[in-house]
Nanobody
Framework: QVQLVESGGGLAQPGGSLRLSCAAS???????????IGWFRQAPGKEREGVSCISSSSTTTVYDDSVKGRFTIFRDNAKNMAYLQLNNLKPEDTAVYYC????????????????????WGQGTQVTVSS
């Protein structure tokens, strides 16, 4: 069974930064390197929306227009870890952030379709407020 655990959320001021982490684990033989990773977020009263993804090959990264230039997705396959660096945070970034993994599509990942992802973490709260 694959397990994803997010951490790193918290309270930040507008213009501040946070780094979210996603620790992946699974049965013997599991390797995050075989999976694309997506980060999604859900604000109160809103649907879950895509933020960013990185393909299993790491050759493709995609960002939603709302975070482009401010957020960076990256991964450390040796540690089975994924990250989302959040810079220049805005109040509208306030949400619960989720990481998810897909089945591994090589150079492809979807940054906005929840149906492409098979496993999800429990989420970490990010609040941006002065």
């Amino acid at each position: 069974q694959v397990q994803l655990v997010e951490s790193g959320g918290g309270l930040a001021q507008p213009g501040g930064s946070l780094r979210l982490s996603c620790a992946a684990s699974g049965a013997s033989g599991f390797s995050l390197a075989n999976h694309g990773i997506g980060w999604f977020r859900q604000a109160p009263g809103k649907e879950r929306e895509g933020v960013s993804c990185i393909s299993s090959s790491s050759t493709t990264t995609v960002y939603d227009d709302s975070v482009k230039g401010r957020f960076t997705i990256f991964r450390d396959n040796a540690k089975n870890m994924a990250y989302l660096q959040l810079n220049n945070l805005k109040p509208e970034d306030t949400a619960v952030y989720y990481c998810a993994i897909d089945r591994g599509y090589g150079n492809y990942c979807s940054h906005d379709s929840i149906y492409e992802y098979d496993y999800w973490g429990q989420g970490t709260q990010v609040t941006v407020s002065s």
